[in-house]
């Protein structure tokens, strides 16, 4: 159960340990992305984002630009050379909106879907395999964990926004 610092009993934390929490979760993060970088093909002509773009694509067919940049959190022009480079392996086709002609829409190729689909039964094994590595109680165990890390990371970001309103907003 997720506690506020005042409902905890005990000294503030050791800045060592906080410090060395914060360089493990890093290093698993760096870890992860090159993970999957490898898994989403790791071959000729892939390059990062290209997972996700498909990802979005597939989940969302007739999305437009700019509204797969918001899903991104990265800006429409840095998106077209990433679309760009998708579209020249033929995964993806832009469609020019019927109602609206100045909106492109994007979808996936059939070529695009079986893409997509190999790179989730290539992390969906990865995965499978690195947690039953780790086995099921320290799963659900970590899962516990990194579900209150994010609402002590929440409280904190809202302490620190209530406490210096010009910054995070």
């Known amino acids: 159960m997720f506690h506020t610092h ?11 340990v906080v410090r060395e929490l914060y360089t493990h979760i890093g290093g698993l993060m760096r870890q992860q992305h090159r993970h999957m970088a ?8 892939s390059f990062h ?4 773009c498909l990802y979005f694509i597939g989940r969302q067919p007739g999305l437009t630009q700019r509204q797969l940049a ?5 800006q429409p022009a840095t998106l ?3 679309l760009k480079r998708i579209e020249a392996q033929h995964w993806i086709e832009r469609i020019r909106d019927e109602q609206d002609n100045r909106n492109v829409r994007l979808s996936l190729t059939d070529e695009g879907q079986r893409a997509l689909d190999e790179r989730h039964k290539a992390i969906e094994r ?6 039953q590595l780790f086995g099921e109680p320290k799963s659900q165990q970590l899962l516990s964990l990194l579900q209150d890390l994010e609402q002590s990371m929440d409280a904190a970001l809202e302490q620190c926004r209530d406490t210096n309103p010009t ?3």
Do not use: C, K, W
Request: aromatic share 8%; charged share 20%.
């Open 70 to 74: 918001e899903q991104l959190h990265i």
């Open 6 to 16: 005042e409902e905890r009993a005990g000294p503030p934390f050791d800045v060592p």
């Open 49 to 52: 984002g290209q997972g996700r």
């Open 167 to 169: 910054q995070g907003a």
């Open 126 to 131: 990865y995965l499978t395999l690195t947690f």
């Open 80 to 82: 077209s050379p990433m």
């Open 38 to 45: 490898l898994l989403n093909g790791g071959r000729e002509g």
